[in-house]
């Protein structure tokens, strides 16, 4: 059975390391998520550019261009777009700022499958949600298991 694409999610992921980046898109590809990856800030807003993403899962520190500041650019200009911020460098101050630009969520690094499964599953929920193509009572939060956001989704 053929899957329409109007109907996948997309998915951005952004991280200059590259084991990253191919880490999440390999725990997030299936038929219903398209996954595409940018390894700076200035990829994904060219990326972004060329077509909207539902997430965009985006690394904090980045040379050239910091994580804040593409967050600050996408929220601009892509608000409908949800991001989820992942760092190795947790802070309260960059977590209350990220928050403060639009963040969906705030994640430190080292992640497993199931944190980035389920993030990415509650950002698509929030914009569906915000978007008001579903009811406010199926938004997921990071904190709920992959079973319970799988039980959700169906």
């Known amino acids: 059975m053929k899957r329409d694409n109007s109907q996948q999610t997309s998915v951005l992921i952004v991280d200059d ?3 990253v980046r191919l880490s999440h898109a390999r725990v997030l590809s299936n038929p219903w998520c398209r996954v595409e990856t940018a390894g700076n800030g200035a990829e994904a807003l060219r990326a972004l550019e060329r077509e909207s993403f539902d997430v965009v899962l985006l690394d904090l520190r980045m040379p050239e261009m910091s994580g804040l500041e593409v967050l600050r650019l996408i929220k601009e200009r892509w608000p409908e777009s949800e991001v989820v911020v992942i760092t190795g460098y947790a802070s309260i101050e960059t977590a209350k700022e990220a928050v403060r630009l639009g ?6 690094k080292p992640l497993d499958p199931d944190q980035v499964i389920t ?20 938004v997921v939060r990071s904190g709920t298991s992959r079973s319970e956001a799988r039980l959700l989704s169906n």
Not at 103 to 108: E, K, N, Q, R, S
């Open 17 to 19: 390391e590259e084991v």
């Open 103 to 108: 963040a969906y969520d705030y994640l430190a």
């Open 119 to 138: 993030a990415t599953h509650g950002a698509v929920r929030q914009k569906r949600w915000t978007l008001h193509l579903e009811p406010p009572d199926t």
